[in-house]
Each structure stands twice: as structure tokens, then as C-alpha cells.
């Protein structure tokens, strides 16, 4: 069982920066990968960006791209989600979301594709 949550969201210019945090709660985190997803209102969630287990492998979703870098930290049980060149594009809701332990990691985009979730925290970029 794993319970995650954000932080480190809120207001910000287009062109500035945010970092996000998960936090962990649980025994199994460290053998969980995750991920970040977002939802803007009136759309679906998507995916933003996930990391394997050990922090090695990560994806991106393409309009991220060399904006966000994922993260984590399992001594501290943290993930992170660092954002720059932030757009107004990217206000949304963000998640952070975890799989089952020792699940294999690949890309995968669906939100039904994980089980742990977080509440979420808002990001605001304004023009």
C-alpha cells in the first residue's frame, strides 16, 4: 500500500518555474514505479512523465519534452517534478501516481495504468 502526496504547486508567469513533490507513505514505495499525469479542466487526464523504480529509466510526454524533469529520491520516500519554462498550456491539476510494486517498467500512459494516486496540486501559469 502507498499513499502519495503533492505539493509545490501554485501561481506562476509564463517562462518561470515550479517544482513538485510526491511524498510516499509506505513500505513499498521504492519498489513502485511513478509517474506525474495532469488533468486542465473540461479535458482528460494525461501523462506528463513517469521513472523507473531505481530512477534510471523515465518517459515524457512530448509536449514536456526539455521543459520537466521527473525524479525521486527513495531514501526519503519523494518524488519530483521540476518544470520550467512553464506555458500556460500546462495549468492544470497534477498527480502523482505510483504502480504496483515490481510491475515492469514501460511506457505507459493510461491513468487506469496505475494504482496508487495522489489529490493532486494545482499549477496556475498566467500570460
Known amino acids: 500500500q502507498v499513499q502519495l502526496v503533492e505539493s509545490g504547486g501554485g501561481l506562476v508567469q509564463a517562462g518561470g518555474s515550479l517544482r513538485l513533490s510526491c511524498a510516499a507513505f509506505?513500505?513499498?514505495?521504492?519498489?513502485?514505479?511513478m509517474a506525474w499525469f495532469r488533468q486542465a479542466p473540461g479535458k482528460e487526464r494525461e501523462f506528463v512523465a513517469s521513472?523507473?523504480?531505481?530512477?534510471?529509466?523515465?518517459y515524457y510526454a512530448d509536449s514536456v519534452k526539455g521543459r520537466f524533469t521527473i525524479s525521486r529520491d527513495n531514501a526519503k520516500k519523494q518524488g519530483y517534478l521540476q518544470m520550467n519554462s512553464l506555458k500556460p498550456e500546462d495549468t492544470a491539476v497534477y498527480y502523482c501516481?505510483?504502480?504496483?510494486?515490481?510491475?515492469?517498467?514501460?511506457?505507459?500512459?493510461?491513468?487506469?495504468?496505475?494504482?496508487?494516486w495522489g489529490r493532486g496540486t494545482q499549477v496556475i501559469v498566467s500570460s
Open positions: 521513472i523507473s523504480r531505481g530512477g534510471s529509466g523515465t
Open positions: 509506505g513500505p513499498t514505495f521504492s519498489s513502485c514505479a
Open positions: 501516481a505510483a504502480d504496483s510494486p515490481f510491475t515492469p517498467f514501460e511506457e505507459r500512459l493510461g491513468p487506469n495504468e496505475y494504482e496508487y
